[in-house]
């Protein structure tokens, strides 16, 4: 079966610049995460949908972070604008449904903020 | 709030030697634990996972059991292949709320 998908692979800008990022989850998949992993730390939840609905954005900084999953398939998190700090690996993740804990992970995308 | 501790790495051994990678968890009540492994290039991938105290999770020849006692959930391989050589992640969450908490990831390096 096809995995989770992600693009692009890397990404450059500078910052105040704006960006996005898109994930194709595993069909059928109901739940889907973003996460950001900052170099040197573990993974840290930004936003979880349950279909397109939100379940949980609390550690989402909403005034620059966006993210929507229109339709309930793919998702686009988009940074505006975005800062040195947002320097990170944005993993998009899947799971069947809501309660199932294996997570599905895909290879990230690498964001440098200059 | 929930927190998971690793050891730090790099972990470097020789193939065939025993492998123990440290993780210790801070939460209330009884999360689940999990152990998750980036390969070179690749997505993260459960490896294992335990629900409840004293459960061993295993897979690949790697171990580990959840100890409430002692809050850990401490990897395990008996003996190493240069192919092990990965980023592992100790992580937990609670039941029916998926958040997964990571720990920040120990690198494996085996060497022939």
């Known amino acids: 079966e096809a995995g989770v998908a992600q693009s692009p692979r890397y990404k450059i800008i500078e910052k105040r610049q704006s960006v996005a990022f898109w994930c194709n989850p595993i069909?059928?998949?109901?739940?889907l995460y973003w996460y950001q992993q900052i170099l040197g730390q573990g993974p840290k939840l930004l936003i979880q949908?349950?279909?397109?609905?939100?379940?949980?954005d609390s550690q989402l900084p909403k005034d620059r972070f966006s993210a929507e999953r229109l339709k309930g398939v793919d998702s686009t998190l988009k940074i505006q604008p975005a800062k040195l700090e947002d320097s990170a690996v944005y993993l998009c993740?899947?799971?069947?449904?809501?309660?199932?804990?294996?997570?599905?992970f895909g290879s990230g995308t690498q964001l440098s903020v200059l | 709030g929930d927190s998971v501790t690793q050891m730090e790495g790099p972990v470097t051994l020789s193939e065939e030697a025993f492998l123990t990678i440290n993780c210790t968890y801070t939460?209330?009540?009884?999360?689940?634990l999990f152990w998750y492994v980036q390969y070179p290039g690749e997505g993260l991938q459960l490896l294992l996972k335990?629900?409840?105290?004293?459960d061993k999770g295993s897979n690949k020849g790697f171990e580990a059991t959840y100890r409430k006692e002692t809050t850990s959930f401490h990897l395990e391989k008996g003996s190493v292949q240069v192919s092990d050589s990965a980023v592992y992640f100790c992580?937990?969450?609670?039941?029916?709320?998926?958040?997964?908490?990571f720990g920040t990831g120990t690198r494996l390096l085996v060497s022939p």
């Open positions: 993740a899947s799971s069947l449904r809501y309660g199932n804990e294996k997570l599905f």
């Open positions: 069909s059928g998949h109901a739940t």
């Open positions: 949908f349950q279909n397109n609905g939100v379940v949980d």
């Open positions: 939460a209330t009540g009884y999360p689940s």
């Open positions: 335990a629900t409840k105290a004293d």
């Open positions: 992580a937990l969450s609670h039941t029916g709320f998926q958040k997964l908490v």
